[in-house]
Structure formats: C-alpha cells, structure tokens
C-alpha cells in the first residue's frame, strides 16, 4: 500500500519561515492536503489539493507538491502555530487516502 | 454552522463489538461524502472508512479487513461505524469527517477503549 513520509519534528524560532516536507514515491502526481491538529482538538484542514487554501486559513500557510515531495510552508511562524501538522495522499486511481506520521512543529 | 457529534464510543472487550454514530447538522447530508478516521493514544492520524452520499460506494483501508461497515441513514443526518472482532490495538479516538476535496470538517472524536 501506499505510504507518506513526514519528519517527526520542526522547530523554528518566531517570524521566521517554517517547512514541514511530506515524502511519497511520485507524490507530485497525487493531490496532497495538510490538516493542523493542536493538542486535544480536531484536526483543522489548511490546505487542499496541493496548494489550495479553504476560507479562513491565513495566506501564511501555503503548500507546494512537486516530484516525491510535498511542502507546507508556514510564514512568519507563531507561537500560536505550535500543534501536529499532518500531510494526506489521495490516490485518485483508488480512492484511498493515507496520512503521514505527522510533524510536531516547535516554535522555539 | 457545520457540526459532527460523534457517540457510541466506550470500554470493550477484546472480541467485542461496537457501532458509533455521528449526527451531522448544518450542510446537505446526504450530498456529501463521509470518512471515518481514528488516532490511538499519542500517534497519528489514520484513515478507516469512506461512503459516498448515497451510501453505494464505500471503501475501507487494508487494515479494517472485513471487521468493520460503514453505513448512513440520510433520513436522519446520521453516519455509523459497526466495529466487531475489536482488538486492543483498535483502541482510539474515532473521527467523523466530511468528505469534499478533502476531509474539510471533523468531528471531536468518541474514544474506543478495547481492553480486558
């Protein structure tokens, strides 16, 4: 089965530019999301189809997909950004969806 | 305002069976695609089960293997899970989720506890 690879953890200090990789082989040629999960809450989605942002995520938050690589990009990082951040493969040829690991961002 | 409230979640035994629901108020129901996630105790998240609007079409990850259904009855907004044959390893926080392009809103999970 298909498998997404994520770093386990991110730290970058505030203000600066925050990238959490997501690592699949030919990821580029599936649509990736990215959910934000803060400790005991739902996950929330701040990123669809690669790059697309729903209403109400910050344009801080951005996404890239490209080759075997997914990117989430988070600018000017807050504390408030300090949560899990999980990426998501959708094989369209299947219908199947599976995570990553997740990355726990630190904001140092 | 979307909202996913999910129940039926509790402590069983190893073997055991289970069914949660989860009412959905606030969108079309029965237009949307639904999933069901979990995350055990301090991991991940992992995909468990898609139906389709309808209710024709559903799909299960490798893991489920034939243990678990996913169902729905668009009359009264409501999305069930049926668990049997629960292992300790099934134990966790079980998500509803509805299903655009993504999963675009979640539930606040019901937790599934397996144990003897």
């Known amino acids: 089965s298909y498998e997404v690879t994520q770093p386990p953890s991110v730290s970058v200090s505030p203000g600066q530019t925050a990238s959490i990789a997501c690592s699949g082989d030919?990821?580029?040629?599936?649509?990736v999301c990215w959910y934000q999960q803060k400790a005991g809450q739902s996950p929330v989605l701040l990123v669809y189809q690669d790059t697309k942002r729903p209403s109400g995520i910050p344009e801080r938050f951005s996404g890239s997909n490209s080759g075997n690589t997914a990117i989430l990009t988070i600018g000017g990082t807050q504390a408030m950004d300090e949560a899990d951040y999980y990426c998501q493969a959708w094989d369209s040829s299947t219908g199947d969806v599976v995570f990553g690991g997740g990355t726990k961002l630190t904001v140092l | 305002d979307v909202e996913l409230l999910e129940s039926g979640g509790r402590l069983v035994q190893p073997g055991g069976s289970l069914r949660l629901s989860c009412a959905a108020s606030?969108?079309?129901?029965?237009?949307?695609?639904m999933s069901w996630v979990r995350q055990a105790p301090g991991k991940g998240l992992e995909w468990v089960a898609r139906?389709?609007?309808?209710?024709?079409?559903?799909r299960y990850a490798d893991f489920v293997k034939a243990r678990f259904t996913v169902s729905r009855d668009n009359s009264n907004n409501t999305l069930y899970l049926s668990l049997s044959d629960l292992r300790v390893d099934d134990t966790a926080v079980y998500f509803c989720?509805?299903?655009?392009?993504?999963?675009?809103?979640w539930g606040q999970g019901t937790l599934v506890t397996v144990s003897s």
């Open positions: 606030g969108f079309n129901f029965r237009t949307y695609s």
């Open positions: 030919k990821l580029g040629e599936k649509y």
């Open positions: 989720a509805r299903r655009t392009v993504a999963e675009d809103r």
């Open positions: 139906i389709s609007g309808n209710g024709a079409e559903t």
